[in-house]
């Protein structure tokens, strides 16, 4: 399918629709790396030298960074989302032209800018996650392609690399061992969360040949897949903190698992309608046990 037959003419526009440019970039998806950013601060203590660098970091790993993402992730998805969802900005002519992959390049280039500010482990890390979001999209590596590989590095740049950046810029160091064994688990876990969102895709996603999970092992096992590896990373996390001397912070991130568990029941039922509300449902207690986790790890002892 050609650019040209993703809208008619008369759908087509000079310029992009401003409303059309911030759907571009996809404000709903920002809140996992902003929060991710947070956990990090408090998993060190949370006390920077500068709180002007918590408000850049967050603003970088959310609007910046993610919106970016979205970007590259719509231009270089276009002629899938012609077929799933036509509506989008792209396909539906609302950003016309190659002005999709002129805002995802120009986002790139503010995003380094910006992490340049963060100082050398901010920088490292914001070029780890533009790199990240293109190899993730743009062919001929795209790693969207697999149900393995795609969710897993999204997992790890939307939950693991804004922790660790935060921690790192706090502290002026790497972080320790406990931290970066938290995050990178709930970085892991994030897979399942981010399958999730294959089940608006199947059709396209078939057409196109990229080998989902919902497309590879059908809707219901490919749920199970999902809720399997996130309820897997969370059980090493609670293992963990009990070893840590931290029970409660454990217990609190066991009562959103039996949350979990109840909302992964009914949605394996009907994995493709449900996919929604289960992101709604089942993903919130995740997301808070990981600053439950973060609050752990501020309390314990120094090495």
Avoid at 195 to 214: V, W, Y
């Amino acid at each position: 399918m050609t650019d040209s037959a993703l809208y008619t003419p008369a759908e087509a526009r000079r310029l992009p629709h401003p409303r059309a440019m911030l759907e571009l970039i996809k404000p709903v998806t920002w809140f996992p790396p902003m929060w991710a950013y947070l956990c990090g601060i408090v998993s060190v203590g949370g006390n920077p030298e500068s709180w002007g660098l918590v408000v850049l970091g967050v603003v970088l790993a959310g609007p910046v960074v993610c919106g970016m993402s979205q970007a590259a992730n719509d231009w270089c998805d276009r002629h899938v989302d012609a077929i799933n969802e036509p509506h989008r900005p792209i396909p539906s002519g609302r950003i016309p032209g190659r002005w999709g992959l002129w805002i995802a390049v120009a986002m790139s280039v503010l995003s380094l800018g910006i992490g340049w500010f963060l100082g050398p482990w901010g920088f490292g890390a914001t070029i780890v996650g533009v790199v990240a979001a293109w190899a993730y999209s743009v062919e001929p590596v795209r790693l969207k392609r697999s149900g393995w590989w795609g969710p897993g590095l999204v997992g790890l740049a939307y939950e693991g690399l804004p922790w660790f950046t935060a921690a790192a810029v706090t502290l002026g160091a790497a972080p320790r061992f406990e931290t970066l064994a938290v995050l990178v688990l709930y970085a892991l876990g994030a897979h399942g969360i981010m399958t999730i969102n294959d089940f608006k895709a199947i059709e396209g996603d078939r057409q196109m040949g990229l080998r989902s999970l919902p497309v590879v092992h059908g809707p219901v096992h490919a749920a199970t897949i999902a809720c399997t590896v996130m309820m897997l990373a969370q059980l090493v996390v609670v293992c963990l903190l009990v070893i840590w001397g931290k029970p409660v912070h454990a217990g609190i991130i066991v009562l959103g698992l039996l949350v979990q568990l109840w909302a992964m029941r009914r949605w394996v039922r009907d994995p493709a309608r449900l996919a929604p509300w289960f992101n709604g449902t089942g993903v919130g207690p995740y997301v808070l046990g990981m600053m439950v986790a973060a609050h752990a790890l501020a309390g314990l002892e120094p090495l």
